[in-house]
């Protein structure tokens, strides 16, 4: 278990990342873009010592349909609906997706106040979706790891009565809910499509089991600090160089893309004003629509496929 005095340090090194990372602009035309942090990331991050959880493949077998949803924030209401719009659950919400496999983004976490609800609903999702040959992969984003980091400064009130009332030895770093998170990754590559919570760019494409294990790791309780390779501003949970439309490099995400062996890349993270946006000939698709009340966005998911569509639903009331 953690201590309080390196409670504190995990919250100065992830607050570092998120005062930049939380200005957390609408993306749309005229909105000045953040501008990205120059690429620093190491050649290879740096191996777990002593970790007991073992590597595991990042690489998933694309079935006959796979649907992508961005940021949720804490509103039970807009996952039942985007699930309900992606056909996999009823109005009871149980499993009705048959071999539909399900890709939640990350930032389930802050700003709401349903986050142990919705957790609880994914992972009982998670166990019945394999069931008929579906599935569920939950990935973290910068919200759930901010809160490991004991970062609040986005939590509803409802959401510190949350997880028992007892957020943050719960999320904490070997923290029973913490732990629970340490069964997700940060990148998940679904058939020809990888997929993050801002993007898989540079030098972190040719290790990217090694930064799932990292970050499950530490999560776990199993590390003193956030891995390196999770708190730097062009990381996998923080980049904004994908986010905004007429920003991004699409030279830069052809050659990840490359050396990913993928031909597109999905992202949330950053809000899109019109809904789900495509850049670079479609190897760029950003699901993040403002799900969440807080937001008021529409009810959108990508249905990835030979094109990707867009499916539309509405919101529960």
């Known amino acids: ?3 309080a005095g390196r409670i504190a340090a995990l919250v100065a090194v992830v607050a570092s990342a998120c005062d930049r990372g939380h200005r957390e602009p609408v993306a749309s035309a005229p909105v000045p873009a953040p501008v990205p942090a120059a690429a620093t990331t190491p050649a290879a991050p740096p191996q777990p010592a002593a970790c ?3 590597p595991r493949e990042a690489r998933h077998t694309a079935p006959h349909r796979v649907v992508a949803i961005g940021d949720l924030h804490g509103d039970l209401a807009a996952l039942r609906a985007a699930l309900r719009t992606a056909g996999a659950i009823d109005e009871h919400d149980a499993w009705i997706g ?3 496999v399900v890709v939640q983004t990350g930032d389930v976490l802050d700003r709401g106040d349903d986050e142990s609800a919705m957790l609880e609903l994914l992972d009982r999702l ?3 979706a394999p069931k008929t040959g579906g599935a569920i992969i939950q990935l973290l984003g910068n919200h759930e790891l901010m809160n490991a980091a004991h970062d609040f400064r986005y939590v509803t009130p409802g959401g510190m009565r949350d997880f028992g ?3 943050a030895h719960q999320l904490a770093p070997g923290g029973a809910w913490a732990r629970r998170l340490a069964n997700l990754d940060v990148i998940a590559i679904v058939g020809d ?3 993050s919570h801002a993007g898989v760019l540079g030098d972190y494409a040719d290790h990217v089991d090694d930064i799932n294990r990292e970050a499950r790791c530490w999560l776990d309780g199993q590390r003193g600090e956030p891995p390196a390779v999770l708190t730097g501003d062009d990381t996998p949970v923080w980049t904004r160089e994908l986010g905004v ?7 830069r995400l052809a050659a990840a893309l490359d050396r990913l062996h993928a031909k597109r890349m999905i992202v949330a993270h950053t809000v899109q004003a019109s809904g789900i ?3 670079c000939d479609g190897a760029l698709w950003r699901i993040d629509v403002g799900l969440a009340k807080l937001y008021g966005g529409p009810i959108e998911v990508l249905e990835l496929g030979e094109p990707p569509h867009i499916l539309r639903g509405q919101r529960l009331l």
């Open 1 to 3: 278990m953690i201590r």
């Open 245 to 251: 439309p007429g920003r991004e490099d699409c030279a």
């Open 193 to 195: 499509a990888v997929l």
């Open 277 to 279: 946006t495509s850049a």
């Open 52 to 54: 007991s959880i073992a």
């Open 165 to 167: 009332g007892d957020r």
């Open 126 to 128: 998670a166990h019945d």
């Open 98 to 100: 048959g071999d539909l």
